[in-house]
């Protein structure tokens, strides 16, 4: 395993995770990848990539193997053997193999597709967990979901060239406006948003900004630099400090709680590498 040195305990205590579901990679006997967070298949492929682990290791491949295994030729992907597949399912499965290399494969290309084919009316991604009617701000499409797809998207030749993205940019940029809690999952901005979470696992002010800086129509926007101000307001000397990991993580170094993390800062520093350029 080519990982820094300090990080080699946490990676360990990751793997020694890998069965406890119950069968490989982090998957219940089932089948689902998506269940245990966060040491669930997606969650793990997340956070061994901010750990180092590169797309060649054995274990990365299982990882990649197993979400690929629930691909469908339309595209989407199945989180479990049963049930609806919801563009959750297919946006967070689409960012984990991206991550680990995959964003110009085939079947993703299918995904990126039908992504595209079930952009909700105001432009971002909806999971159809209720009928739409019920309210205007139900209605309205997720903001946690919207931002995973676009956390998968940045990695294509679609950024800044596709205006239906452009369009999805723009449905988060105006919930920074709002806060209100959107979508059938009511993803809101409150206290919990805008303390500073990492690794990337849900919808918090440094995900959000961090995607939305690979996007030039949120770059040149006034509320991406408001966010922007927002979490350079919490950095402590340069860096960025954990302030609300998953608990289960909160004592791993890469993500210690209340103190400043090196891989965190690296993604900071994307920010504006991205913000200069």
Not at 162 to 189: K, M, N, S
Request: aromatic share 10%; with cysteine; glycine share 6%.
């Amino acid at each position: 395993m080519a990982v820094p040195r300090q990080y080699e305990d946490d990676v360990a205590f990751i793997l020694g995770k890998r069965h406890q579901h119950g069968a490989d990679f982090w998957t219940t006997t089932d089948g689902r990848w998506g269940k245990g967070s966060p040491f669930s298949t997606f969650d793990c492929a997340l956070l061994l990539t901010e750990l180092g682990l590169k797309r060649t290791d054995p274990v990365m491949r299982g990882i990649a193997d197993t979400l690929f295994a629930a691909w469908r030729e339309d595209g989407r992907f199945r989180a479990a053997p049963k049930g609806t597949m919801h563009p959750c399912h297919t946006a967070n499965a689409a960012r984990a193999l991206c991550r680990l290399g995959y964003a110009r494969e085939r079947r993703l290309k299918a995904t990126f597709a039908h992504l595209f084919d079930v952009l909700h009316e105001d432009g971002g991604w909806r999971c159809n967990t209720c009928k739409l009617g019920k309210s205007k701000e139900t209605d309205a499409s997720n903001p946690g979901v919207t931002l995973a797809a676009l956390d998968a998207f940045r990695f294509t030749s679609h950024v800044d060239r596709d205006e239906r993205l452009d369009g999805a940019v723009r449905t988060l940029l105006a919930h920074w406006q709002t806060r209100r809690p959107l979508g059938p999952c009511h993803f809101g901005i409150g206290t919990l948003f805008m303390q500073v979470e990492y690794p990337f696992l849900r919808y918090n002010l440094f995900y959000y900004v961090h995607v939305l800086s690979h996007y030039a129509a949120a770059r040149k926007d006034p509320r991406f630099r408001q966010a922007l101000r927002a979490l350079e307001d919490r950095l402590l000397d340069g860096k960025i400090v954990v302030e609300n990991p998953n608990r289960r993580l909160a004592k791993l170094d890469f993500c210690r709680k209340v103190e400043p993390s090196t891989a965190a800062t690296k993604r900071y520093r994307e920010i504006r590498k991205n913000v200069a350029s």
